[in-house]
């Protein structure tokens, strides 16, 4: 008897209360914690799916993706690090899905995201560094994967790049500033989705000033 082959993925689920949930409890702390947000770039809905690249510097990070992903009228998925999963298993019916760095898992995560992207409703969200940095890094170093995810789409996902800071300036609460930019479909070759990454990523942090921000 020929031995059935489990699949190589591990799609997340989607559970429309527990993320109402979550996300109630997000929006009341946002509230509380920041000033405002203010949204930059121009990034319409797309019918083709998302890979969201955004930079990884803080707890709030998977909300500000949610954000996005609502923007951009997309299903919300994220890969997430295993042990942050197993510590809030909630989130796995939330749209995010675990990786392992450094193991023979991470196949399996990348697999999921592909598998993912073969939706057009979906937008699925990588954190590029793959553990949290932080906002003052000067350059984003790339984990092994993401061009790999990228490669093995079936069809080409609109990938968005999106880089979120947080400053206090002048006021008592700090504001958040969402930067987006959506890569052109066609790109020049010998420029890696990395080096598109980090020059988006510098252009938005010399772009924070205090008489940036927009009430």
Known sequence: MRKTELPSFDLPAHSPFTLWWVTSWF???????????????NCYPTHRPVLLIQNHFSWWDGYWAWL????????????????????????RRCGAFPVQTGSREAIKA?????????????LVTLFP??????????????????????KN????????????LVDYFSSPRPKVTIRLKQLPERVE???SLEAYYNEFYRQSIALQKPGSWKP
């Open 27 to 41: 929006a009341i702390r946002h509230r509380l914690h920041f000033s405002g947000i203010q949204w930059e770039g």
């Open 68 to 91: 996005i992903s609502k923007r951009l009228g997309k299903t919300f998925n994220v890969m997430m690090l295993q042990e942050q999963i197993a510590a809030r298993p909630f989130l």
């Open 110 to 122: 990348i697999d999921t995201a592909v598998q993912l992207l073969k939706n057009h409703r979906n």
């Open 129 to 150: 560094q793959g553990a949290i940095e932080t906002q003052h890094t000067p350059m984003v170093k790339f984990a092994s994967g993401v061009e790999r995810i990228i």
């Open 153 to 164: 789409a079936p069809q080409q996902p609109a990938i968005v790049m999106a880089v979120v």
């Open 189 to 191: 070759e010998n420029t």
